[in-house]
C-alpha cells in the first residue's frame, strides 16, 4: 500500500511570495497528480504527471521517479490562490487506484 | 464539455436513517470513483467502477454501504443505517479508463448524520 506524505500540511504567506509544496511516496506509481480543492468546493485537477516537469500560468508541477517525491510551485502567489493542494498518485496495481495525501492548506495574505 | 454531476449538494439525516447519493459522469468515461472525505482528511475510496462492474470495493463498509452502476453511466451510492461517523463528503469523480488519464471530481455532497 502506498503511503502518501505531503508537507507542509499549513502554509501562510504573503501575496507575491513564491510556493514550493511538497509530495512523497513509498512505492512505485504509475502517474502522480496534484489536486485543488477550495472551501465547501469540489476538487479541480491540476496536474497528471508521469515524468519531468508540466507548467501552467503560474503553477509548476516537478517530479522525480527515482527519489518517489514531486513538487508544486506557485509564482507570485495571490489570494485566491488559497486553497488545498492534495497530491495524489495511481497505484501501479492494475487498478490504478488513487492514493490520496492529507492536503497542504495554503493561506495567502494580501 | 458539462462536469461531473452529483446530487443533493448537501444532506442532513438522523443517525439509523439510510440516504442515497446520485452520480452523473462525464459522457463516455468509463471510469467512475466514489470517495469518503472526512473532515481534515484526505479523500478515501469507497468503490472504483469500470464501465459497469465492480473494480475495487474493497474499503466499502458493505454491511451498511452499497452502490451500482447500472447501464455503465450514472451511479448511486447507498448508506443504511447511517452511523454518526458517516458524517463527510462523498465525492465522485470519473475519468476516460483508469491510468494515465486525468480524473474529473464533481462538487461532492456534504451529508452530516445527527
Known amino acids: 500500500k502506498n503511503e502518501v506524505e505531503q508537507s507542509p500540511q499549513n502554509l501562510t504567506a504573503q501575496e507575491g511570495e513564491f510556493i514550493t509544496i511538497n509530495c512523497s511516496y513509498s512505492v512505485g506509481i504509475s502517474a502522480l497528480h496534484w489536486l485543488q480543492q477550495h472551501p465547501g468546493g469540489g476538487i479541480v485537477s491540476l496536474f497528471m504527471?508521469?515524468?519531468g516537469k508540466k507548467k501552467h500560468g503560474r503553477l509548476i508541477a516537478t517530479i522525480n521517479i527515482q527519489e518517489k517525491h514531486s513538487s508544486l510551485h506557485i509564482t507570485a502567489s495571490h489570494p485566491r490562490d488559497s486553497a488545498v493542494y492534495i497530491c495524489a498518485v495511481s497505484e501501479q496495481d492494475g487498478n490504478e487506484k488513487l492514493t490520496f495525501g492529507t492536503g497542504t492548506r495554503l493561506t495567502i495574505i494580501p | 464539455e458539462a462536469g461531473v454531476a452529483q446530487s443533493p449538494r448537501y444532506k442532513i439525516i438522523e443517525k439509523r436513517q439510510s440516504v442515497a447519493f446520485w452520480c452523473n459522469p462525464i459522457?463516455?468515461?468509463?471510469?467512475l470513483y466514489w470517495y469518503q472525505q472526512i473532515l481534515g482528511q484526505g479523500p478515501k475510496l469507497l468503490i472504483q467502477?469500470?464501465?459497469?462492474?465492480?473494480?475495487?470495493d474493497s474499503q466499502l463498509p458493505k454491511d451498511r454501504f452499497s452502490a451500482e452502476r447500472l447501464k455503465g453511466v450514472d451511479s448511486t451510492l447507498k448508506i443504511q443505517p447511517a452511523k454518526l461517523e458517516d458524517s463527510a463528503v462523498y465525492l465522485c469523480?470519473?475519468?476516460?479508463?483508469?491510468?494515465?488519464?486525468?480524473?474529473?471530481f464533481g462538487s461532492g455532497t456534504r451529508l452530516t448524520v445527527v
Open positions: 467502477f469500470q464501465n459497469n462492474g465492480v473494480v475495487d
Open positions: 504527471l508521469s515524468s
Open positions: 459522457s463516455g468515461h468509463a471510469t
Open positions: 469523480a470519473s475519468s476516460p479508463r483508469a491510468g494515465m488519464y486525468a480524473y474529473t
